[in-house]
């Protein structure tokens, strides 16, 4: 019997233990893969450096990554250039200068030169060398021996002679752009955006310097296979030198290479040379350049950005994350467990689930995150080919369905719109060209109207995507865009507008729309509810319920007015993702809010949606996590059950105010309300309430438009309290 009651006892236990394991976010497995920029590597440890400027680790041959820039003592580093590692340090070079690790990147320091652009670096013997991209006629190799706290500039002599011979032997800068060891000493190849510069080699750790031959400067990559040297030009494929130390000219070897105009990364083990062409792929030669295959058998996106050997496997970053191969490129196969681009966009259609991505285009799964898969289509369009490292980026996504025919998808990237009527299988059109899309909507009353958001301006079409317009704002930028009736409201860099004119749902019309402001400061999200208008902002939430006239700040348990990237509804639960705070919830039209983050990881999150009872979140680098909403709303009912406690009137926000503010209060009990708003005069001006209401917590806003500046009161009344409180209209 004791023992029916233990085994009991340990059902219940567990079947708890389950559920609260269960009350909790979890993490899809995906989407996975970042724009990869460069490798480093340094024992059993392998990194990866990202073009969104996160720095991953894997110590297990990249079976996984775990972020280790998080502790970067800067937020604003958008591109990892370049990375060097030497036992526990680990050398960065940024967008914001060079940054240092000396324990596997756990923590870092700045080293320096923060108001440049450091394309390389590299660490040997105590010392870092830095390469500043060119600008203003500044840059060139520097270095620096206390760690970054002082920075020198390298130089190297050369003669300047004419027929009447040699006149003086003055210095020039050395553009160092890549760096391998060579013969006991430190090859460094002539530097992007550099003139006139060879390659250059030290015996004494840049001591001093030696200029010889090369095939000119930006040298993207340089690779050492026994005595030969081998480099990457960039427009101009590979060449070779079989002693570059000699007056050996080097001399391109391309033949087979059939992306030979862009070869951004070269590796060799002492065995087979490897080439990554940004857009060709990955080629091989075994005979030392005298002829090359393409070697991609696995390899799902062509856009090559970097090469390293570590472990004995060949490891290859491309535009939408890491592939390993372990027969030196022969096979590959992906390897970005860990590895998370930022979800900028998330949509259910049907029983898919699509999210956009920053630099890796678009992804689908059909079984609720357990599996995503790349849109190919999207893979392997660069948007500036043959100039930087970049992979397509799919901030807004919109979906409608055609009556009698089918669904209808839409995609907006930074290289304009295209639709799918097939679930993303296939794409077509390329509707507003050169366009960064950052926001779409279709109209819900008539699916063949949509409306864009772009880099420059509205478009819209009326003809299922297949012919956009411009529809005015071609000054702005517009981040967000919603349709309310027959209106179009955008939320833009500059504020919100709105606009009430057939023009905007006729292909044909070519005159002016008319958009009118209604708010000023920058916005980032809209969303549409009723009579409501719900705009998220770098300080929170603003609420209007007339049509954009008046906006009131509701932030109530918003803990430090999070910034507002997207918002979602349920029913009448209203969802808005933040960046630093998490996912809030209200219930009551935004008047108050709660944070549902419990086992939420990753608090930056761009993107929501609903999707079978769950709630989806993309977040900048933990990929999509998810959530029955059913707990969500739980916890909430549950919260707002144990309060209020007593009868309250809270101070009007924003006071002072123009010319809308909000008036919120706290019945513990079922009560027969009034609130009414009084001049300094006592005359009644306003009633905002005056009906019996049940308990809870109640927002009422009052619109002063009309009315005088001056100081106001407002009183709260019920059977047994009155309180009255001051207020101030300010114009």
Known sequence: MKNLVWILVMMVFIFISTNLLLSQWVQTNGPTGALISCFAVSGNNLYAGTYSGKIYLSTNNGMNWNITSTALPTNNISHVY??????????AGTDRGVFISGNYGATWISAGLSQHDIRSVYIREGKLFA?????????????????????????????????????????????????????????????????????????????SWTEYVSPGSDIRSLAVQGSNVFAARLFSGVYLSQDPLNPDYFFPVNSGLTDSSDVRALASNGGPILAGTYGGGIFRSDNCGASWSACNSGLTNLYVTALIYSGGSLFAGTNSGVFRSTNNGLSWTSANSGIFPPVTALIQQENYLFAGTQNCGAFVSTNNGYSWNTL????????????????????????????????????????????????GTNWDGNGIPGNYVSALVIDPSNIAEAFAGTSSGVYSTADYGINWSVRGLTDTKVNAISVKGQYVIVG?????????????????????????????????????????????????????????????????????????KAFTL???????????????????????????????????????????NFLYVGTNWGGVWRRPLSEMVT??????EKSPTKFELDQN????????????????????????????????????????????VYSRAWNGKGFPSGIYFYRLETGSFTKTKKLVLLR
């Open 376 to 423: 190919s289509s999207f893979v392997n369009i660069p948007s500036f080919p043959g100039i930087e490292f970049h992979g397509i980026s799919v901030p807004s996504l919109a979906w409608g369905s055609i009556s009698g025919v089918g669904s209808i998808l839409y995609a907006g990237t930074e290289a304009g719109v295209f639709r799918s009527t097939n679930h």
């Open 131 to 207: 390469n500043i991209n060119l600008f203003n006629g500044q840059g060139g190799l520097y270095h620096s021996t206390d760690n970054g706290a002082s920075w020198t500039p390298d130089s190297v002599a050369f003669a300047i002679g004419d027929s009447t011979g040699i006149h003086s032997i003055p210095h020039k800068s050395i553009f160092g752009s890549a760096f391998v060891e060579y013969r006991g000493g430190l090859l460094v190849g002539g530097g992007i955006s550099s003139v006139d510069n060879g390659t250059y080699f030290t015996t004494d750790n840049g001591g």
């Open 570 to 612: 349920r029913e009448n639960n209203l969802f808005a993702a933040t960046l630093g705070g998490g996912v809030f919830l209200s219930t009551n039209n935004g008047i108050t809010w709660n944070g549902v983050n419990t086992g939420l990881k990753e608090t930056d999150v761009s993107s929501l949606t609903v999707s079978d």
């Open 653 to 696: 926000y924003p006071n002072p105010f123009n010319p809308a503010t909000n008036i919120t209060f706290s019945l513990p009990l079922k009560s027969f309300v009034s609130l009414k708003i009084f001049d300094a005069l006592g005359r009644e001006m306003s009633t905002l309430v005056f009906e019996e209401l049940s308990a809870g």
């Open 492 to 564: 833009t860099s500059k504020g919100i507008y709105f606009a009430n004119d057939p023009g905007l749902r006729d292909i044909g019309y070519t005159g002016y729309i008319f958009w009118i402001p209604t708010w000023s400061d920058p916005v980032s999200a809209l969303y549409v509810s009723g009579n409501n208008i719900f705009q998220g902002t770098s300080t929170g939430v603003y609420v209007s319920d007339d049509g954009g006239v008046g906006w009131i700040q509701r932030n109530s348990g918003l803990i430090n007015k999070e910034y507002v």
């Open 82 to 91: 370049s990375l060097s590692a030497n036992a526990s340090t680990l050398v």
């Open 635 to 640: 916890s909430v009912e549950k919260q707002h």
